[in-house]
């Protein structure tokens, strides 16, 4: 079956160190985004793609930046994570238009 | 994309018909009604979406008012598995592919 995946489900890093979070889908999907979920704000949009070599800002894009380098994986990746970047991260993916969004299972990353 | 106002809990007894309403006043015309929801911890999950006709599916129904100002999403036989927090988003026809804006949603409790 098709599916979307994010690896690792679990990481702990430190201050200003890189940390790169995977996302892949198999359903051939065009667009795909990736959300940030904090207590007291809900999930919040960093970064979408409505295709290969496309990619966008969302609302809270600071301090992240992701690549579309193939219709399967968007990466998202903390250039240098600092403590307040500690969160749960689902990453997404949909067909064109307004198709449903299918969810990966999060990340959850910690930063010290 | 218009803004989306919501109870933030509601409990519901098991076997009963859970009824979680939202109002969405400046919607516009082009613009649809979607419902997700998201059982704890886990990614979010698509439930129903609609435009101005009600409409159901295996999980739930949806009715929106005839002015669209505000709609109710039904479970009709709420299950303790139904516990969650469930999210109605305003989604716009140019909004291509989704950029699905979510805001805090109604934590919903189903009691035995």
């Known amino acids: 079956d098709a599916e979307i995946t994010q690896s690792p489900r679990h990481k702990i890093t430190e201050t200003g160190r890189q940390v790169t979070l995977a996302c892949h889908q198999t359903w051939n999907h065009n667009n795909m985004f990736w959300y940030r979920q904090d207590l007291g704000h809900g999930l919040r949009l960093i970064h979408y793609?409505?295709?290969?070599?496309?990619?966008n800002k969302g609302e809270v894009s600071d301090g992240y930046s992701v690549s579309r380098s193939n219709t399967e994986d968007l990466p998202l990746t903390l250039e240098s994570a600092a403590s307040s970047q500690t969160s749960v991260y689902f990453c997404?993916?949909?067909?064109?238009?307004?198709?449903?969004?299918?969810f990966g299972e999060g990340s959850r990353l910690t930063v010290l | 994309d218009a803004k989306t106002t919501q109870p933030p809990s509601m409990d519901c007894a098991e076997g009963r018909a859970a009824n979680l309403p939202c109002n969405h006043s400046t919607i516009s015309g082009n613009e649809y009604v979607y419902w997700y929801r998201q059982i704890h911890s886990q990614g979010p999950q698509y439930i129903i979406h609609g435009l101005k006709n009600n409409e159901t599916n295996e999980m739930a129904s949806l009715i929106i008012t005839e002015d669209r100002k505000s709609s109710t999403l039904i479970l009709p036989h709420a299950t303790l598995r139904d516990t969650a927090v469930y999210y109605c988003?305003?989604?716009?026809?140019?909004?291509?592919?989704?950029?699905?804006?979510f805001g805090q949603g109604t934590e919903l409790s189903v009691k035995p």
């Open positions: 793609s409505y295709g290969v070599q496309d990619t």
């Open positions: 988003i305003v989604r716009g026809f140019y909004n291509q592919g989704g950029k699905l804006i």
């Open positions: 997404a993916s949909s067909e064109s238009g307004l198709g449903e969004l299918f």
